[in-house]
Every structure is written in structure tokens, then in C-alpha cells.
């Protein structure tokens, strides 16, 4: 059997906040196959954006390891040297992260966003406007983000992500910002073209309806973490 796309062990992450520690995660475990969804659940404060924020480089853990597609890493993920460029790579090509406001380049069209993280990726840029149509929005390429709606710049984020081909996605309460008809139809979508490209999936959500759409479930309040 290969090996799952990702593994986590032992990861620990606290803060110091008004000089007092808090152990934010601590001795988390996780394992995700090639393809397979994850809800990642828990009340505000229990660490959910700060784990996908450590799975997607942003934030740095304090103990534990992981291995990302065949990439393994210790705790010290943003030392210098190669082990950073290796994860830098990773994440750059590998990892797509959608947060709760999509985060696109305000100068730049919904199509040129889309064609801008492909590369970024090293992927091809001509499929980008196909991305945008699957995502239903492809009428909407030219605009730019600030003339389409909270609902159109996430469709336009979920193509930014597919469009990168990537092996893990990672969702930190991605419709939190959309009403209640706006962000079905998005996470429809997501967990439509998630199942139609084999990545994995991290979803951050305090919707249990949601969660039940996710292979796997994991609540970082009832583990303490
Ligand atoms: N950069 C930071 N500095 C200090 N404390 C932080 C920082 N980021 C998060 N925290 C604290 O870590 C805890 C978990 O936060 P977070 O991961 O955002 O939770 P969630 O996404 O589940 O609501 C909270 O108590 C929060 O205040
Ligand atoms: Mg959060």
C-alpha cells in the first residue's frame, strides 16, 4: 500500500498571549488518503484555523512531524535551508487553501487570478477559463473582483484551487461570509469537483450538515487539543 497523502503526528502548537501559554494543539494525529475528505470541527478557539494555518505554511508548529505526498517533515518547517524550500515547493504546487473571504488579486480579472495561481503552480494556464465555466461563472472571466458578488469571488477562489491540480485542499470555513443558499451552491461545488479530481479535502466548518458530507470527521474540542 503507498503511503496516505497526508500524516500527522504529534503536532503541538501553543501561544503566549498576555504572557499566559496557551496549548493550542497538542499531540495531534491525522491521516488522509489520496481522494479522501476530512471535517475538521470544534467551537471557535479550538484550533481549526491554526492547524489548516500550519498545514499550509502560514503558521509554524512546535513539536511533531508530518508528511505531505512522500514529503516528510519535522516540526522546525519554517528553518531555513532546504527543508523550507522543499516545503515552500509543496505548498506552492500541491496545496490549495480557500479561505472564508476569497482572496484574489484585486487588480487582476477573475480569469487572470485563475491563470496567475496556475503558473504559480506550474501548471498550464489554458484550461483556466474552463475552470471558470465549470464553476459556473465563465460569463463573469473579464470582471474584476470587486464588480462580482461574495458568492462569484468564491467560485472564483474554488477555480483559482482546482486549477492549480492540487493534492490536498484545504477550506477554513469557506461559505462563513455567503448566505444560506449562496453557500450550498458553493460547497456543491466544491465537493463536486473535489470528488471529480481525486484530491483530498480539509474542511473547517461548524455546520454539522456539512461535516456529514466529509469521509471522516475530527473534533478538535472533544480532543482537548
Ligand atoms: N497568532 C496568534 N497569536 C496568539 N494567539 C492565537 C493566534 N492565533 C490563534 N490564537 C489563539 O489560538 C486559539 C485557536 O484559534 P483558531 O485556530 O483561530 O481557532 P478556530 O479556527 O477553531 O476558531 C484561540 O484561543 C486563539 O485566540
Ligand atoms: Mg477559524
Same mark, same amino acid.
Given at each position: ?8 503526528? =504529534?503536532?503541538?502548537? &501553543? ?6 501559554? *496557551?496549548?493550542?494543539?497538542? =499531540?495531534?494525529? /491525522? ?6 475528505? $476530512?471535517?475538521? %470541527? ?12 500550519? /498545514? +499550509?505554511? $502560514? ?17 522546525? #518547517? ?8 522543499? !516545503?515552500? %515547493? ?5 496545496? =490549495?487553501? *480557500?479561505?472564508?473571504?476569497?482572496? /484574489? ?8 487570478? *485563475? ?11 489554458? &484550461?483556466?477559463?474552463? !475552470? #471558470? ?24 477562489? $474554488?477555480? %483559482? ?24 451552491? *458553493?460547497?456543491?461545488?466544491?465537493? &463536486?469537483?473535489?470528488?471529480?479530481? =481525486? +484530491?483530498? $479535502?480539509? #474542511?473547517?466548518? &461548524? ?10 470527521? /475530527?473534533? #478538535? ?5
Amino acid at each position: 500500500m503507498t503511503e496516505p497523502l497526508l500524516k500527522v503526528r =504529534g503536532l503541538g502548537k &501553543h501561544f503566549v498571549n498576555a504572557g499566559q501559554t *496557551v496549548d493550542v494543539l497538542s =499531540g495531534l494525529e /491525522l491521516t488522509l488518503a489520496q481522494g479522501e475528505s $476530512l471535517a475538521l %470541527m470544534g467551537r471557535s478557539g479550538s484550533g481549526k484555523s491554526t492547524l489548516l494555518n500550519i /498545514l +499550509c505554511g $502560514l503558521e509554524q508548529p512546535d513539536a511533531g512531524f508530518l508528511s505531505i505526498a512522500g514529503e516528510h517533515f519535522a516540526a522546525d #518547517l519554517s528553518a531555513s535551508g532546504p527543508n523550507q524550500q522543499r !516545503w515552500a %515547493m509543496l505548498r506552492r504546487q500541491r496545496i =490549495g487553501v *480557500v479561505f472564508q473571504e476569497a482572496n /484574489l488579486m484585486p487588480a487582476l480579472s477573475l480569469l487572470d487570478n *485563475v491563470r496567475l495561481r496556475a503558473r504559480l503552480a506550474g501548471q498550464s494556464d489554458q &484550461h483556466c477559463g474552463d !475552470w #471558470l465555466k465549470r464553476l459556473g461563472i465563465g460569463e463573469l472571466a473579464q470582471r474584476y473582483p470587486d464588480q462580482v458578488s461574495g458568492g462569484q469571488r468564491q467560485r472564483a477562489a $474554488l477555480a %483559482m484551487v482546482f486549477a492549480m491540480r492540487p493534492s490536498l485542499i484545504l477550506a477554513d470555513e469557506p461559505t462563513g461570509s455567503l448566505d444560506a443558499r449562496t453557500a450550498l451552491e *458553493v460547497v456543491d461545488e466544491l465537493f &463536486h469537483q473535489q470528488a471529480a479530481s =481525486g +484530491c483530498a $479535502l480539509i #474542511l473547517a466548518t &461548524h455546520d454539522s450538515t456539512l461535516a456529514a458530507r466529509c469521509g471522516q470527521r /475530527l473534533d #478538535l474540542a472533544q480532543m482537548g487539543a
